[in-house]
């Protein structure tokens, strides 16, 4: 099934299967359009990886809650179909501290998610995982 990018305002879907999320597009009363365009990707039933590009935007409690409540409801099937979650972080102290809670949230969603330094590293490491290349981070530095 073909991928509609129209149908997606907050996640860049371009690149399919590799998912791009802004932290620039983090505003009050988000959540409703992220759940739409999830539910979407989830429909798909296709491999995808994401890629979160930015700095985390302070988000509006009724938006975490919302998004936390459909993570809850659709850990199992978002861990079949999103092979990943990497995040972009240019300093490396930023990362190493960002490890743990990388290794926190795997555990917590069964979802791989990964840190690396440059919007390069991330869409190169996307790639290998989708072909399925990498078990284990290799781009951490």
């Known amino acids: 099934m073909p991928i509609d990018a129209a149908t997606f305002i907050f996640h860049d879907v371009s690149l399919w ?3 791009r ?3 620039a597009s983090v505003h009050p009363g988000y959540s409703k359009q992220w759940e739409h365009e999830m539910d979407a ?14 700095d985390e935007h302070a988000e509006e409690h009724e938006d975490r809650k919302a998004r936390g409540i459909w993570l809850k409801k659709n850990k199992t099937a978002l861990a079949t179909v999103c092979e990943a979650v990497i995040g972009i972080e ?9 490890q743990l809670q990388m290794i926190l949230a795997t555990k917590a969603f069964g979802i791989r998610m990964e840190i690396v330094a440059s919007q390069q590293e991330a869409l190169q490491l996307a790639e290998r ?4 290349e990498n078990s284990a981070s290799s781009l951490l530095g």
Request: cysteine-free; charged content about 10%.
């Open 17 to 19: 299967p590799i998912v």
């Open 129 to 132: 995982i989708l072909k399925g």
């Open 90 to 98: 240019a300093s490396a102290i930023k990362r190493a501290a960002m």
């Open 21 to 23: 999320h802004s932290a």
């Open 41 to 54: 990707l989830l429909a798909l039933s296709m491999p995808f990886v994401v890629i979160m590009e930015g």
